[in-house]
């Protein structure tokens, strides 16, 4: 569904308070390296609560190619025969990563140091994204590649027969670049070292460490350290795969712009490299609270309340908070066309290399609806309306991209008129039961060709 096929377009209608509980999906992030690392285990790691979405079910295929033995036993619970470090086989076919950049990147890293031959392809968005931030580090292990103009795929990567430990400051911040060198540090003799300048989201850390591996991380002037020793044992472990903040984000931001509402999202994963946006709405003056705050599997975890806020404010998103909240700037420029003032958001070039350059994308969607938004290379600012005033009515494209899907189709909830996307498909790849929950909260979301 996922751009593979028939476009579904996708209407939401103003509608009434959005009320009760919301039980989003697992981490796609987690459900990813889940998958990946039980994959190099030895024996049977344990899933619950997997994201059963296409780009995680892509990985799925993917670990089963190179020889793991992936299981679903339903509602969310899997099953991976792992390999070890070093055990993959080479697949026998092409491996399509569909939507996923976090997918095809910690795979490339993955089998990157044993020697193999893999091709790797995606759907039109993928294929459009640049690999050289993945590829380029991991030739200093040896591996070789080749792909289309600008790195792009299908890319056939040769893993290093003989690899070499490697020392690499990330020039992007990017958990998928740093994961992809750790990943491949893995199969290495030796000392693998990743410093990134800004912290990213620490998942493959903290799942390394879970899986026995010896890993350290330490905060240097330089930025955030991190070693791995090479070619350990990895122990096969049972995961609860807790929800994901950014999946949260849609329900709580809907919750905040349509009036009455008042909704609870349990469960959801605060690690501090994620939960930036929620910081961010707190200080544009949302209702949003955390209930039964506690620590579960060594991450902070609360209940997310989210009520109708109608005194938003614009506000300068600090650029050192962009990586905790990278995924969010879509749905955080629709509240922000909701606020009185203008929401200022820098530092984000990131935002122009995702599933789609997402701040073109919402720009011409939020101006299309009668919002106003500048914006630069790095940059971009929304103009907000306030409270009932954002006209709204038009059709917008998705673009392949889940989060601008999402996004446009969360606004239509408070616009005056009704909202459209050309293709709401791409909600499959991350949020599969997004519009039932989204329904059962009371939206009115509807496909025109149903
Ligand atoms: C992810 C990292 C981020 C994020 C993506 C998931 C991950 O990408 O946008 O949705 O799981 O490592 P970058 O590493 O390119 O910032």
Request: glycine share 12%; net charge negative; charged share 20%.
């Amino acid at each position: 569904m996922s751009g593979h096929g028939t476009p579904i377009p996708m209407t939401s209608r103003p509608c009434g308070p959005l009320k009760g509980v919301a039980n989003v999906p697992g981490d796609k992030s987690i459900s990813h390296r889940s998958l990946i690392l039980g994959a190099m285990a030895i024996g049977e790691t344990h899933i619950s609560g997997l994201l059963e979405g296409e780009d995680v079910l892509d990985t799925a295929k993917a670990m089963q190619a190179f020889g793991a033995t992936v299981k679903s036993h339903g509602s969310g619970e899997w099953t991976v025969q792992g390999v070890g470090v070093g055990g993959f086989s080479e697949p026998e076919n092409v491996i399509d990563c569909g939507n996923s950049g976090t997918g095809v990147r910690l795979i490339m890293g993955t089998m990157a140091t044993t020697p193999i031959t893999v091709t790797f392809t995606g759907d039109a968005s993928l294929n459009s994204r640049p690999m050289g931030r993945v590829t380029d580090p991991l030739a200093l292990f040896g591996t070789q590649s080749v792909g289309r103009a600008g790195g792009r795929l299908p890319m056939t990567l040769v893993g290093a027969a003989d690899p070499v430990p490697v020392a690499y400051t990330t020039p992007v911040p990017s958990a998928q670049v740093k994961s992809a060198v750790l990943l491949a540090g893995l199969n290495v003799p030796g000392q693998t070292v990743v410093i990134e300048k800004e912290a990213t989201r620490d998942h493959t850390e903290r799942m390394l460490a879970g899986f026995g591996a010896e890993i350290t991380v330490e905060d240097t002037a330089d930025g955030r350290r991190i070693t791995l020793t090479g070619q350990p044992e990895l122990k096969p472990q049972n995961i609860v795969v807790p929800r994901d903040p950014s999946s949260a984000a849609f329900p709580v931001c809907a919750a905040i712009i349509t009036p009455g509402s008042d909704v609870l999202v349990p469960n959801i994963g605060l690690n501090p490299t994620r939960a930036g946006l929620f910081a961010t709405l707190q200080e544009m003056g949302a209702d949003l609270t955390y209930e039964n705050l506690r620590e579960e599997g060594g991450e902070p975890v609360a209940d997310l309340r989210a009520k109708f806020s109608p005194d938003l404010k614009g506000i300068a998103v600090p650029p050192a908070r962009a990586a905790s909240m990278i995924d969010e700037y879509p749905v955080l420029s629709v509240v922000a066309s909701f606020a009185q003032g203008v929401t200022d958001m820098q530092g984000v070039k990131e935002l122009r290399v995702k599933e789609s350059d997402r701040i073109d994308a919402m720009a011409k969607g939020l101006r299309a609806a009668g919002v106003t938004v500048d914006e630069g290379d790095d940059w971009w600012k929304v103009t907000g309306l306030g409270h009932g005033k954002v006209p709204g009515g038009v059709t917008v494209a998705s673009v392949l991209d889940h989060r601008i899907a999402m996004a446009f189709m969360v606004m239509g909830m408070a616009t005056q008129k009704p909202m459209t996307v050309d293709d709401g498909s791409p909600i499959s790849t991350s949020f599969p039961i997004f519009e039932t929950l989204m329904g059962d909260l009371g939206a009115q979301l509807v496909r025109n060709n149903a």
